[in-house]
């Protein structure tokens, strides 16, 4: 999508690796970076987000990393299971064109049982 | 169920058709949008509104799409002479509307995946 880029845009791990997926943007203004699950035939679901006052937020087995300075943003699946198969998308609002939302093309990861 | 939900799920059209497509947002929520997605992309941004009002529409919007929110609750996308083009996923979103629209969390519906034959 506009302004976002996503990498990589797939991605195979062995059952109980990890799982790093990045992402940058352009716009340095951006505060809000949420990160979506979308399995086949579903909508996208969120599953973590991340505000630009911290640098670092933990769910479980799921965490985001955000670098202000380098204007990029990572998601790390942790001990992956076969339901953390998916295509996941980061987003980001573009400040200057009224908070948009924009997206990511998607990553495609698939756990190896 | 309380998420954002969509109808049909599915349509199959011929060209130049006429379709429409029904999203009913969180109840709570009064910012709704509308996305397109194709295959292997992330969703792209087609129009949006804050209750009643629809306040941006994408330049993907030609003027064969029109997308309606009467009461500010349930919205409808019309694509009229469908064409070919036009066969990709049609998502909606809703959001609370207490933040700056790309600040907040947007749920997702299920989608309703068009194919124009």
């Known amino acids: 999508g506009e302004n976002v880029e996503q990498h990589p845009s797939t991605l195979s791990v062995q059952e109980g690796d990890s799982a790093v997926i990045k992402c940058t943007y352009s716009?340095?203004?951006?505060?809000?970076f949420p990160w979506y699950k979308q399995e086949l035939g579903k909508g996208p679901q969120l599953i973590i987000d991340i505000r630009s006052n911290v640098g670092e937020k933990k769910d479980q087995r799921i965490a985001v990393t955000l670098n202000k300075t380098a204007k990029h943003f990572s998601l790390h699946i942790t001990e992956t299971q076969p339901e953390d198969s998916a295509v996941y998308f980061c987003?980001?609002?573009?400040?200057?064109?009224?908070?948009?939302?924009?997206f990511g093309a998607g990553t495609t990861v698939t756990v190896r049982a | 169920d309380t998420g954002v939900s969509q109808n049909p799920r599915h349509k199959i059209t011929k060209r130049g058709q006429n379709v429409t497509f029904r999203c009913d947002p969180i109840s709570e929520h009064n910012r709704l949008y509308w996305y397109r997605q194709t295959l292997g992309q992330g969703p792209e941004f087609l129009t949006y509104f804050q209750n009643e009002a629809q306040l941006e529409k994408s330049r993907l919007l030609s003027d064969r799409f029109s997308a309606e929110r009467p009461k500010g609750s349930f919205s409808t996308l019309e694509i009229q002479r469908t064409e070919q083009g036009d066969s990709a996923m049609y998502l909606c979103?809703?959001?609370?509307?207490?933040?700056?629209?790309?600040?907040?969390?947007?749920?997702f519906g299920p989608g309703t995946r068009l194919l124009v034959l």
């Open positions: 716009d340095s203004a951006s505060n809000y």
């Open positions: 979103a809703s959001s609370l509307g207490s933040r700056r629209r790309g600040e907040e969390t947007q749920y």
């Open positions: 987003a980001a609002p573009i400040i200057s064109n009224d908070y948009k939302l924009s």
